[in-house]
Nanobody
Framework: QVQLVESGGGLVQPGGSLRLSCAAS????????MGWFRQAPGKAREAVAV???????NYADSVKGRFTISIDSAKKTVYLQMNNLKPEDTAVYYC????????WGQGTQVTVSS
């Protein structure tokens, strides 16, 4: 079993920044490929940023140039730096493997509002 614990969310004004963290624990030695997903009220969960084992990153068009995913494999932690946040970024953010292999964590709420 692998547990995922997201943190770092909060309330921020438009244009502000947040850095999310996701720590993996349990039956996992290192992490290589991970992704960040988000789910807004009434909407389906969507992938916003993914990093592959070779370091390639992919972003949803809506966050390109504003969000940056990074991974510390030894610490089994994946990060999401979010800059220039917009109200439409408001959602619960989750991490998982790109194929959504693991059980979902509780997520971390990000609210962008003035």
């Amino acid at each position: 079993q692998v547990q995922l614990v997201e943190s770092g969310g909060g309330l921020v004004q438009p244009g502000g920044s947040l850095r999310l963290s996701c720590a993996a624990s349990g039956n996992i030695w290192r992490i290589y490929a991970m992704g960040w997903f988000r789910q807004a009220p009434g909407k389906a969960r969507e992938a916003v940023a993914v990093t592959s084992a070779n370091g390639t990153t992919n972003y949803a068009d809506s966050v390109k140039g504003r969000f940056t995913i990074s991974i510390d494999s030894a610490k089994k932690t994946v990060y999401l730096q979010m800059n220039n946040l917009k109200p439409e970024d408001t959602a619960v953010y989750y991490c998982n493997s790109p194929s959504r292999l693991y059980n979902w964590g509780q997520g971390t709420q990000v609210t962008v509002s003035s």
